[in-house]
């Protein structure tokens, strides 16, 4: 079989042939650690047609693999037909990562440094032992990829505290300076652009759904470099944004010049000490590193920007409380608006809800675009947990059966991120059923109190039990970090059944959302946002619980009550109830009558 | 304060003067990294006077401190007063090791070799640092201890696989012979009592609770050598066993050749490799094997046989299983006499509910001793997890309030442990609630189904979150792993808070122990053991959940079932129903009447 990806594949290892590589590994995604790559980096996408969030290609003579998780095992086996690349899970048990995969069979393998993070181009090196080598070629596929897109440069915007909530950038830098002396390095590089964005009060929009700007940060006790496209300067937004950085000590400087300034450390006075994060840091950039700084002087860890920007001040947490109501407006206006339509019989199919739940959003003051693409999947479609709504022949919403809508906006004041499932008229058992179980994990763990200390992954059974007493389970995590208009995916903390020792603290927020997916059937996922809180000191110790900021109700009509049980019922009711009594005095009059109907207790 | 802990404290002192040490650090355990250590070894009790399972004891010139964890954080306070030693609480948050306590304070550290493992020493000296020195003199204390016990011999016997279940060691040899293979190794040298026993089917009574013989184990592909104390070789019991052995290849050799056994390398023919594990072997014979072994030739992990061990054979399981019944038999006829002598006012003391408890289970049929010191608590002396019923004085069980025992036997068809907490009349409302929130929990956990994989500390939230949500919680693990006719505490399972990533595996037997205690005032615990099984498989995976196998009542009267929730309440009195329908045929008449009762649903 032929299709454009099978032969761009085939360009490629005309390519490896001719270099004497053994094997090319293709990551997804860009020179900083990102999870949205912007198109010119959406490499897997241009050679084998994979569109998921996450997913690595390796290419040898005879064979050609994706790995991804399984959040993406049917897509993309749709998505590869034709291209013969074959797919490999990861995340499974018994799954054997690339590194292992390549040992024995590759001993030259090429990757493109600038895509792949420090550790992980080790751990290939590794794997592959004595003989084997990692070539480095940056831009490996540009001469391959006819108009390849250029670096993104859109116009840059700075945040004002005073208004949108978090903390002046000169204190965010006097914090790191702090931290950096008590770590005893002179430098830190960070490259992670989220991190960035927060350490600068900065944002753009380099990268779809994600507010963020394409550059490194290099800060000393001295200076902070900020090395950035300047193509459009001459955008009035952004040379205000560049002066104020320059007014708060910021120089900046050209994207590319990073290089430069790092090979500088000969040209240093007295020796200087850098830290890096080598599990988001590319492995080129480290190599210029590695070439101008001596091995004693070069610190690795992991970034402390990571914790501390997880860590919402209480502005910020404010902030996200009201940002989180507005959403519930822009929410409930479409769920509104999507019964009366199929109920009244018009033919509404996912692509158009999507868009008009958009529309709504964007209604939002401060709205700045979505998070991520709106999950809009009805019935078997919702069975994959991050269905992409195709714009043609989306299938119809249908007045029977479960709508599942997983979707968020990125607003001057906090990102959000909600998932409900709609029961559009009479369901199945089985859809009862599971929808049910979820909502009581949802709802167990919503109501969880736990001791300061505790990690995601030792209270993720709490969401999953329901599911688990049914031998029933989703492959997902049930809980990600979510930034402050920043990505609607952060770390450190999860909520997980992989272990992650990160304890959850006060003021972090974090997603939760057990789920059931059905192949060919039905998908459930109940997504609220909570946030950490101190819940109380007593004789045995101090204690945290969860502060729900999202503010959506959950249709009852799918709800078993003997299956939610009293407690969770009870939770049910009261939630519901503070659904309504937050937002009808914000929503339009028949909305609101809608609502309070909805949320009648049972 | 002068008392003899103080002047035996001071004696060690002056030798440490003499010799030039900064610091001794004296152990709880004994050279086989024993749980309850013979007499001979019971060293921090000489010098201190604490009695508790776990505790380690450092000397200075100016300190003497005793480390401890938060079962014995309130007995430790009373059995060191006028001692001089300060306690030190292990396992709390912020908790200082001693490793780390003696950095910086001490450069030359005594310890006795014999009675610390090789990790415990390497962490010391690494803590140390550059000029630090860690002495090691075996029987350090042996001058100053007047009468020193001597290491133990007791009559040995062989189990009759047959009759009582298990795997014949020359199957369990060959097993390990193969796992020699696979590993490369040629020698594996076992120390842990508990795996010796359990290699050779051998029991002896060297240690109280503990069936074990004190001895090391060598195994090669060629021959099998026991190091064993032979005093009682005139005991035909003895001799049966040794001959026994023997026939299955199996050469008895003295206790102490083992040192010469492994100083033999160079007599080797060929280099041979030996596997250890340092988390158990003594430091002092570490020190042979280091100067007799290249380094390159000791290979370093984690013994396999307590993998092994941990995971009951179907015939160890079905005889657990009637073990459990019989001393469910031992339990009800104890709980029946205790509440008819309360009721008819007799003065019963904890010490003598002890001792007839003792009594009770001594009829039951392979009963060859408890497993561990019967904890027999009435009011604030169940506060204290470890409580030790004093011979003289023990409180009285009133009509009213809450009894706790926590106790087991050995018995040649498993090993048992089982806490009930008993309502001996009217109790308070904080009394009642404490009850049934731990009971919840038990219960929860009883219940769980998981994905093969999960480890217990990722189910560990199940059991504490009915307390959790009162802000109330317990210091100590939620289950251990349990021998069969060996230890009542083995791993490497357990279902605790701490991460321990050892997935729970069908086969294995857990103890189910949450609790709550409240100083002054009293304490609750409700333990069942759980035997790991599978489940089933469902398109989600493959699924695990518990059996239980204790069978004895939970007294309803302390119930509160509007906490416990309708699920858990319907498990109680499914269960309770269970135990008579059980029992009920086994018990003389009377009791069998009163469990009837004590049985109804509610």
């Given at each position: 079989m032929v299709n454009k990806y099978s032969e761009r594949i085939d360009a490629l290892r005309a390519v490896m042939e001719k270099n004497g590589w053994d094997a090319a590994v293709i990551s997804g995604s860009d020179p900083h650690s990102s999870e949205y790559p912007a198109p010119r980096w959406q490499q897997v996408k241009w050679l084998s047609g994979f569109t998921g969030e996450a997913g690595d290609l390796v290419i040898t003579r005879d064979h050609a693999g994706l790995w991804t998780d399984s959040r993406y095992f049917i897509q993309a086996l749709t998505q590869l037909e034709g291209t013969g690349v074959e797919l490999h899970k990861t995340r499974v048990p018994g799954a054997v990562g690339i590194p292992q995969w390549l040992s024995g069979k590759a001993k030259t393998v090429v990757v493109d440094g600038l895509c792949w993070n420090v550790d992980a181009v080790k751990e290939i090196a590794d794997a592959l032992g004595e003989g084997g080598l990692v070539v480095d070629v940056p831009d490996m596929l540009e001469d391959l990829w006819e108009n390849r897109p250029q670096i993104p440069v859109t116009p840059i915007t700075t945040l004002d505290v005073d208004t949108f909530g978090g903390t002046p950038r000169t204190e965010k830098i006097s914090w790191l300076r702090k931290w950096m002396l008590l770590k005893g390095v002179d430098r830190v590089l960070l490259s992670s652009l989220d991190e960035i964005a927060w350490t600068l009060n900065v944002r753009g929009s380099d990268i779809e759904y994600n507010p963020l700007v394409i550059s490194y940060l290099l800060v000393s006790q001295d200076d902070v470099k900020w090395f950035v496209k300047k193509g459009v300067a001459d955008d009035p937004d952004t040379l205000d944004s560049f002066s104020e950085l320059e007014m708060d000590g910021v120089e900046v400087e050209d994207y590319d010049a990073v290089f430069f300034a790092l090979s500088d450390f000969s040209s240093e006075q007295s020796p200087v000490t850098l830290f890096i994060d080598p599990s988001t840091l590319n492995h080129h950039i480290n190599t210029y590193i590695q070439d101008a700084y001596?091995?004693?002087?070069i610190v690795c860890g992991t970034s402390p920007v990571i914790l501390e920007k997880a860590v919402k001040t209480p502005s910020e947490i404010e902030s996200m409380r009201q940002t989180y109501i507005d959403d519930g407006v822009a929410m409930e206006c479409f769920l509104h608006w999507l019964e009366t339509e199929v109920a009244t019989g018009r033919e509404v199919d996912e692509w158009e809800a999507s868009e008009r739940l958009t529309q709504f959003r964007a209604q939002i003051p401060g709205y700045r675009g979505n998070s991520f693409e709106n999950i809009s999947a009805y019935g078997p479609g919702a069975a994959l947990p991050h269905y992409s709504t195709p714009r043609e022949g989306s299938a119809v919403i249908r007045p029977f059966g479960l709508y599942l809508v997983d979707s968020g906006g990125q607003y001057l004041t906090g990102t959000t991120d909600i998932t409900r499932t709609v029961p559009m008229g009479d369901c199945t058992d089985l859809e009862k059923e599971d929808y049910t179980l979820v909502l009581k994990g949802m709802i167990d763990l919503s109501m969880a109190v736990f001791p300061r200390?505790?990690?995601?992954c030792q209270i993720d059974s709490i969401a999953r039990m329901p599911l688990w007493k049914k031998m029933r389970n989703f492959g997902h995590g049930t809980g990600h970090g979510i930034g402050y208009?920043?990505?609607v995916h952060e770390g450190p903390q999860s909520i997980r059944y992989q272990y992650n020792p990160q304890p959850l603290l006060p003021g972090m927020v974090t997603s939760n959302e057990p789920a059931l997916y059905r192949e060919g059937m039905h998908g459930v996922r109940h997504e609220n946002i909570v946030l950490c809180r101190e819940a109380g000191i007593s004789e045995f110790g101090d204690w945290l619980d969860f502060e729900t900021l999202t503010c959506c109700h959950f249709d009852t009509?799918?709800?078993?009550p003997e299956i939610l049980g009293p407690e969770a019922l009870e939770w049910l009711n009261d939630y519901n109830a503070w659904v309504y009594r937050t937002l009808a005095p914000l929503l339009p009059a028949d909305t609101a009558a809608w609502l309070r109907d909805k949320t009648m207790p049972i």
């Open positions: 001596p091995a004693e002087r200390g505790t990690a995601g208009y920043l990505c009509s799918a709800v078993v």
